[in-house]
């Protein structure tokens, strides 16, 4: 596909995915708060609690009912939208960036995996973490939370540090990402609506309501809150390759994502008490901690091996301007990505710490390895570096 029409479409389905994204992380947040603000103390018969608010110069009074009103009312408003086009815009984007590009963005590094291969199994885990997830939610387990919690925790990291086996880092957190998305969007699709449907349908009925039904669906959206920080970050990920391109990078997704939980949890029981207020400074202090783990080992400076411009000029034009130039010749792109140019010294210079994280350190760049840098280039560049970076 024409480069020029990939980044366009990139662009395009990253934008609704961004913006319904937002529209359904922002529902998911304020329906939470909102059952946590309840007023609870003598309600009106037929009710859980009610909640005054006031927001944009106007004061609204909610109500929540036990499980339904005596008479639906003529509109009632659904939340589903947001998480369908969330998922099915994410997953389009992950199949434009991805899946067309598996070599260059998917596949690890000299590994033989074919690209079929390498789809098979980013669409399988999606699967596999879904079916685990749900039996798991519907068994025993289910009806200790907090255990289960635990439980899915430790399968998560587990499938992150089996995607990272085969899949570069980037494409392994993403697909973490994906597992999870998909566990969010199956929660909403099979378990809540199906719950407020037959809530729903009772009451025109006139049955009594089951209780069980929408209090699973509680507990699934409740996972789904927890969920939605991890994920955010993991949106993000591919810009800080310190943490994809990290030797343990699972580690780092699974401590990262301990803090987003952590920091996630404090927000939901603040209104009850301030006993959770410690977790904010754990978190700024785990990711000090981790900042200080993934830091980059300063190269040794050597006054004994000299390296010349022209030596690392040579590397640089064979390895990276394929790419990272005016007019990159490699079929992927038609632009620099980032706007990144090793067209001159001078650009090379300026570009000496990145270069120095993203091809000597973490060894993200060039992406898929695809010009087949050697390590004993990157040494290379990395003295040179170490050295001053000079270009004279």
Known sequence: MD????????????????????????????????????????????????????????????????????????????????????????????????????????????????????????????????????????????????????????????????????????????????????IMVGNVFRVIMPAQRALVKAIEEGREPDPVLPAKGLLRSRHNNYFTLPVLFIMISNHFPSTYGYEYNWAVLAGLAALSVLVRHYFNTRHESQKFAWTLPAAALGMVTLAFVVAPQKAVQSEHQQVSFAQVNQVISERCTVCHSSSPSYAGFSTAPAGVMFDDPQQIKTQAPKILAQAITTQSMPLGNITQMTQAERDLVGLWIANGASID
């Open 3 to 182: 480069p020029h029409i990939t980044e366009w479409l990139n662009l395009a389905v990253r934008w609704v995915h961004m913006i319904t994204g937002i529209a359904w992380i922002g529902a998911s947040f304020y329906f939470v708060w909102l059952e946590n603000h309840l007023d609870r103390r003598n309600p009106r018969e037929g009710l859980s609690g009610d909640l005054w608010a006031i927001h944009g110069g106007g004061i609204y009074h909610l109500e929540k009912y036990k499980l339904a009103p005596p008479k639906m009312p003529e509109t009632l408003h659904w939340f589903k939208w947001e998480a369908y086009a969330t998922f099915l815009s994410g997953f389009v984007l992950l199949a434009v960036v991805y899946y067309l590009n598996a070599q260059l963005y998917l596949i690890a590094p000299g590994s033989d995996l074919s690209s079929a291969a390498a789809i098979a199994i980013g669409v399988g885990s999606l699967v596999v973490g879904w079916l685990v997830y749900t039996g798991l939610c519907d068994s025993p387990l289910g009806k200790t939370p907090a255990l289960l919690g635990v439980v899915l925790f430790a399968l998560l990291v587990l499938a992150a540090w089996g995607l990272s086996q085969v899949f570069s880092g980037r494409g392994a957190f993403i697909h973490v990402g994906a597992i999870i998305g998909t």
